[in-house]
């Protein structure tokens, strides 16, 4: 399946639009991007991708069967891919999860955390830093973000993916001799052949690309702000998340490269860009007194190389993963695979497996026309 090969449009580049793409490759489809942005482009706040951390730590949202097998599916094959090639962009690295004040779910969350990672357990008293009633650890993932999304795209295009850059106005557009913007072929230096615009099935991985894109507004979406900094710390060993009393949460996520992503905050429906000074002394302190290692020796600050602002794509109800159409244009069907809000990298593969089994059922349905 397919036996003849089918175009697909897949519609984004960011982490789901790769890896989904991806697999529609190796399932046999003749797969082209049409995204704005691409891995290797200056980060831009469109693309919540290029602004994360990240690692995989299940939230307690995925005690929902969606999430959890999306989520079980992700690890999984990044186990996988690291054990076939140890020299890709993630580290196995232990997970430490403090907390200052009990809170009602704590127990929800540790079994949760419990059934999801396999070495889970939770830290006996010596071995909590002061100030912290409980703790629990577990080995997790840890993605190297600014490598690992060239990695997928080298991937697609060695694979024999084909990309486009362009900004559509709706994804109808594409098939618009009329409305279609200009494209111009990524990376550059690849064979340009266009593709052939007759209606092929598309996967719509456009994040929060739902305020631009006018085909059908989805309100359920909003941006969850998070600022976080970027610092030099390449002996920093550990993945972890502390819960103050108060509230904040602050965490420390190491990358393969040496430097630290440091968090954070969750800020629903807040659009502002840009890192704000008070933000940034807070991550900052919280951070040194949270994950004192951080120092470095024989000083007292912190080399921080960026201060960051991501929106994560989040969804009213969660991710959306189902089949739907161009609006008035029932021929072409659209499997959509967007609002992963702040679990697009933990979830990836399980959404781009899903992504690519939906595909295959909307094809066999309804008959979609080949360009053979
Ligand atoms: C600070 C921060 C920390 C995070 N940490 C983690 C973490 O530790 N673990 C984790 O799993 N997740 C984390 N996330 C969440 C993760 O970044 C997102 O869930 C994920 O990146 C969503 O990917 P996406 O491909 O759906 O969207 P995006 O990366 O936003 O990609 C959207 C793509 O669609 C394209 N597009 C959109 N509209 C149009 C248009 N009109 N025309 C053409 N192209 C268009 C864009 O150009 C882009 O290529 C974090 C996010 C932030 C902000
Ligand atoms: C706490 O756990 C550590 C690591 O497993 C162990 O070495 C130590 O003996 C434990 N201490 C107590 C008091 O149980
Ligand atoms: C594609 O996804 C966006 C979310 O980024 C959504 O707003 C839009 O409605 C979807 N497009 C179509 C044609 O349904």
């Known amino acids: 399946m397919p036996d003849s090969h089918l175009d697909v449009f897949v519609v984004g580049a960011g982490v789901i639009g790769l890896s ?43 005690s929902d069967d969606l999430m959890y097998t999306l989520e079980k599916e992700t690890f999984d094959e990044l186990m996988k891919l690291l054990k076939k090639d140890p020299l890709i962009p993630v580290m196995v690295r232990p997970h430490m999860r403090y907390t200052q004040a009990v809170r009602p779910d704590d127990k929800l969350k540790n079994e949760h955390l419990s059934r999801f990672y396999s070495d889970f357990r939770l830290l006996n008293a010596s071995e909590l830093p002061e100030t912290v009633v409980c703790g629990a650890m577990f080995s997790t993932l ?3 973000v600014p490598r690992y999304l060239p990695y997928l ?3 697609f295009v060695a694979s024999g993916g084909r990309a486009f850059r362009t900004k559509l106005p709706s994804i109808s557009a594409l098939f618009s001799e009329k409305d279609r913007p200009p494209l111009t072929a990524f990376p550059a230096t690849t064979s340009t052949t266009p593709p052939t615009f007759s209606p092929v099935p ?14 059908v507004l ?11 900094l970027i610092i030099r710390a390449p002996w920093a060993n550990r993945d972890c998340t502390f819960h103050w009393e108060d509230g904040h949460t602050s965490y420390m996520i190491p990358r393969q490269s040496g430097d630290v992503v440091l968090g954070g905050t969750f800020q629903p429906d807040d659009w502002h860009s840009h890192s704000r000074p008070e933000t940034v002394q807070l991550i900052k302190q919280r951070c040194i007194q949270a994950f004192p290692e951080l120092l470095p020796s024989g000083t007292n600050d912190l080399e921080v190389i960026e201060e960051c602002v991501g929106f994560r ?3 009213k109800g969660g991710v959306r993963l189902e089949i739907g159409s161009l609006a008035g244009v029932k021929i072409i069907p659209v499997v959509h695979n967007y609002g992963h809000g702040g ?7 399980g959404s781009a497996n899903l992504a690519v089994e939906l595909l295959k059922s909307v094809v066999q349905a309804s008959n979609v026309p080949t360009t053979m």
């Not at 793409?21 to 991708?49: C, H, M, Q, Y």
């Not at 989805?218 to 976080?228: F, K, L, Q, S």
Request: glycine share 10%; with cysteine; charged share 20%.
């Open 202 to 215: 598309v996967i719509n991985c456009t994040g929060l690309g739902a305020l631009s894109l006018g085909d």
């Open 20 to 62: 989904t793409a991806i697999r529609a490759l190796e399932a046999g489809f003749d797969v082209t991007i049409f995204a704005e942005w691409f891995p290797g482009d200056e980060k831009n706040i469109a693309a919540a991708s290029c602004w994360a951390g990240a690692d995989h730590v299940s939230g307690i949202a995925a």
């Open 142 to 144: 840890c993605i190297d």
């Open 313 to 315: 794509p989040t969804r």
């Open 153 to 155: 795209m080298n991937r």
């Open 343 to 349: 679990a697009g990298y933990q979830s990836s593969w």
């Open 218 to 228: 989805d309100t359920a979406m909003y941006p969850t702000r998070g600022e976080i």
